[in-house]
């Protein structure tokens, strides 16, 4: 039997983190057309609103109910506005492991939302799930996604050289392929009493087990 994630939602004081939602789509393919986002991940540029929709009403869920991860939308609490995606990924049921990442819109960066949805993410997985390492991966270049792990409390393990390909845009508007370090951070639940700032409301998660 495989092991699956539930459809969950989790809530901070700014924030609620909620599966992705077909309303979601709009928002979801401006987010990912920008120009951080193309740079560090490997969506595929321009991304439509089509991709988007199949993300949310595909992707997503095959992801979860397979037993590889889940993906979350990250949303304001006041405004209910998009503010980002936290992913889980190359989940590993036996050793309680999970790969976490993270996108926030370009509006909304430098509010510490990041840092906010991760580390209520990592709260959830440690209490509600009993999972034992968190691990994230960061470019060599990417100071904004190492200063959220930072944050967080992760401790960086080391770099796996050339193993990852950032995309960086010419003049013309072209992307070309660049192949750069990863810096390799995990996270385990005794690292995250050390945490910066406000630890999220660990009593607030809310499971739909009926959410399409």
Request: charged letters at 25%; hydrophobic letters at 40%; aromatic letters at 8%.
């Amino acid at each position: 039997m495989t092991s699956t994630f539930p459809n969950i939602s989790i809530s901070t004081e700014r924030l609620v983190l909620r599966p992705l939602d077909e309303d979601d789509v709009p928002a979801l393919a401006e987010m990912m057309n920008d120009e951080q986002v193309a740079a560090w991940t490997d969506v595929p540029q321009p991304y439509t609103e089509d991709l988007a929709r199949t993300w949310i009403t595909e992707l997503a869920p095959g992801k979860r109910e397979n037993g590889h991860g889940l993906d979350l939308a990250v949303t304001e609490f006041l405004t209910q506005r998009l503010v980002g995606v936290v992913q889980l990924a190359k989940t590993d049921w036996h050793v309680r492991s999970t790969e976490m990442s993270y996108v926030i819109a370009p509006w909304a960066r430098g509010e510490g939302y990041a840092s906010e949805a991760a580390l209520a993410t990592a709260q959830w997985l440690f209490g509600d799930q009993k999972f034992e390492r968190i691990e994230l991966r960061t470019a060599a270049d990417n100071t904004a996604g190492q200063q959220v792990a930072q944050k967080i409390g992760c401790i960086s393990e080391g770099v796996l050289r050339g193993a990852c390909i950032a995309h960086v845009r010419a003049d013309d508007g072209t992307w070309t392929d660049v192949r750069t370090d990863y810096i390799v951070w995990s996270l385990l639940p005794e690292d995250i009493e050390g945490a910066d700032g406000p630890l999220a409301d660990t009593g607030q998660f809310t499971v739909y087990p009926d959410w399409n």
